[in-house]
């Protein structure tokens, strides 16, 4: 099984400042990562793939970065709506997808 | 505009089986694999079952295998997750999810809460 490890747990912020998320993965994942934001009592909802592409409909404050076993998502000028838990997932070792254990980002 | 609807939740006792079923509209339903993923309350999410877009092959994960079932009935634009011998360690929001072609999923339910407690 895949690990991806996800830092840190909990990001404090205040909006208007830029959050930067890590992923990191037990094994070579080539660009196969994808980044999901979760609000509380929602399903998650799918915002990069491929490790660097926008999902549609994600705003362009959102980029993701990284290939082989370290992968960063990057919140530039965080909006209200923007505090959440985000979580990565694997798709190299399919059917065998896992995630990360998530970030939560949260209002300083 | 596409849809993804859980169904069949509840609370069940150790022991017991308990069927879930997706419903979708809005796209070509034979076109997309189907996968069942679940979230323990307060937890991370977890990948439980796949279903290839024509139905013919299925995937489960090592926690689940040989208890849950999955299948398709393009029939009924319905995915159906069947759940036996539950153990309290399967309580979790279920949710299903449409594989976008590349194996991440741009299509989710608003997921169904299943209880195993005694």
């Known amino acids: 099984e895949i690990v991806l490890t996800q830092s840190p747990a909990t990001l404090s912020l205040s909006p208007g400042e830029r959050a930067t998320l890590s992923c990191r993965a037990s094994e070579y994942l080539t660009n196969y990562l994808a980044w999901y934001q979760q609000k509380p009592g929602q399903a998650p909802r799918l915002l990069i793939y491929d490790a660097f592409k926008r999902a549609t409909g994600t705003p362009p404050r959102f980029s993701g970065s990284g290939s082989g076993t370290d992968f960063t998502l990057t919140i530039s000028n965080l909006e209200p709506e923007d505090f959440a838990v985000y979580y990565c997932q694997q798709r190299a070792n399919w059917p065998r997808l896992t995630f990360g254990g998530g970030t939560k980002v949260e209002i300083k | ?18 069927t879930l079923s997706c419903a979708v509209s809005g796209f070509p339903f034979i076109n997309f694999a189907i996968t069942w993923f679940r979230q323990p309350p307060g937890k991370g999410l977890e990948w439980v079952s796949t279903v290839s877009a024509t139905g013919t092959k299925t995937y489960h994960a090592d926690s689940v295998q040989g208890r849950f079932t999955v299948s398709k009935d393009t029939s009924k634009n319905t995915v159906y997750l069947q759940m036996e011998t539950l153990r309290v360690e399967d309580t979790a929001v279920y949710y299903c999810a449409r594989d976008d072609g590349l194996s991440y999923f741009d299509y989710w339910g608003p997921g169904t809460l299943v209880t195993v407690s005694s």
């Open chain 2, 1 to 18: 505009e596409v849809q993804v609807l859980e169904s069949g939740g509840g609370l069940v006792q150790p022991g017991e089986s308990l």
